[in-house]
């Protein structure tokens, strides 16, 4: 097994108790909130039923990207969890409307203040979501896989909403008859964040999409690990394209334009090959030859 697949198959297993999360958040949230009348814990119930599905785009894109290079995909078909990652965003920001839509509607009609159980439901969605976010970020960064992180945003952004429908349960309780609309507002707020999120997760999607290049760090360790190969004189240009968890490399290397051409293959294969031993990021690398300035 590679180790691109282990670390799908690592993401994958994360993303699975996660939906697994979701889904009995999404239940015990939207029944409670049903019970307790309580207007945000039923609208964080319907953001959990929206982490689930969610998740799943997810997983299926991750299935997807683990399948190896073919003839139609010569660059593998890491892409899909970056299309994944989109979708996500996509799906938070069209859920986070839909709550805030559903947060105001009979905002001024009188109804019973929430119970007790409504409070209980929150706290244990914020220890729960805590926890799976932390997972999350700590296993996508660590895979670079941007779907994962996307899903780990998902799961922070519900902690911040839980607090603000924690706050108005709680005011709508201490005084029903001065906050008893909190409860309304508290899941309006929830609405927003959700939107917020959504649309970061698009742009960062969108980003790997568009070809943008990796951090500086990362450029600079292709460049170290380039320039330490044997007869590599400089390095002219260095292309990087996000596929998956790795990255596949347009090298410009500077070699003695005395060499043959068979001197000078053999110096770019070793660069090839360094890399790839190297750094475990790197998917492939196509390497350029060009005679050195100056040399000769």
């Known amino acids: 097994m590679t180790v691109v697949s282990q670390s799908y198959r690592s993401a994958r297993r994360v993303v699975l108790v996660g939906i697994a999360?979701?889904?009995?958040?999404?239940?015990?949230?939207?029944?409670?909130?049903?019970?307790?009348?309580?207007?945000?814990?039923?609208?964080?119930?319907?953001?959990?039923?929206?982490?689930?599905?969610?998740?799943?785009?997810?997983?299926?894109?991750?299935?997807?990207?683990?399948?190896?290079?073919?003839?139609?995909?010569?660059?593998?078909?890491?892409?899909?969890?970056?299309?994944?990652?989109?979708?996500?965003?996509?799906?938070?920001?069209?859920?986070?409307?839909?709550i805030c839509y559903q947060s105001l509607q009979a905002i001024g009609e009188p109804h019973a203040p929430p119970g007790a159980s409504a409070a209980v439901a929150l706290v244990g969605a914020i220890v729960l979501r805590t926890i799976m976010s932390s997972v999350k970020f700590r296993v996508g960064r660590r895979l670079r896989s941007s779907a994962l992180v996307a899903d780990a945003w998902n799961d922070a952004v519900d902690i911040l909403s839980a607090l603000a429908a924690l706050t108005a349960v709680g005011l709508a309780t201490y005084d029903p008859g001065r906050f008893l609309a909190a409860d309304h507002y508290g899941g309006f707020v929830v609405g927003i964040v959700v939107v917020i999120t959504g649309i970061r997760v698009v742009r960062d999607a969108s980003l790997e999409l568009a070809d943008t290049m990796p951090a500086p760090e990362l450029t600079e360790e292709i460049l170290r690990v380039a320039r330490s190969v044997a007869g590599v004189q400089g390095v002219d240009k260095v292309f990087a394209r996000k596929t998956g968890l790795q990255y596949h490399i347009d090298l410009h290397i500077e070699v003695d334009p005395a060499l043959t051409v068979a001197a000078s293959h053999a110096i770019a294969g070793h660069v090839r090959a360094t890399l790839k031993r190297d750094l475990p990021w790197v998917a492939d690398v196509l390497v350029h030859v060009e005679p050195a300035v100056g040399s000769g």
Do not use: K, Q, W
């Open 21 to 98: 999360v979701s889904g009995m958040l999404s239940c015990s949230n939207i029944i409670i909130g049903l019970l307790a009348h309580s207007i945000s814990v039923v609208a964080t119930g319907f953001e959990f039923a929206g982490d689930t599905l969610a998740s799943s785009i997810v997983l299926i894109g991750m299935r997807v990207a683990a399948r190896p290079a073919d003839e139609d995909h010569p660059y593998g078909h890491g892409r899909f969890e970056t299309l994944s990652a989109f979708v996500v965003g996509v799906v938070l920001a069209a859920g986070g409307v839909m």
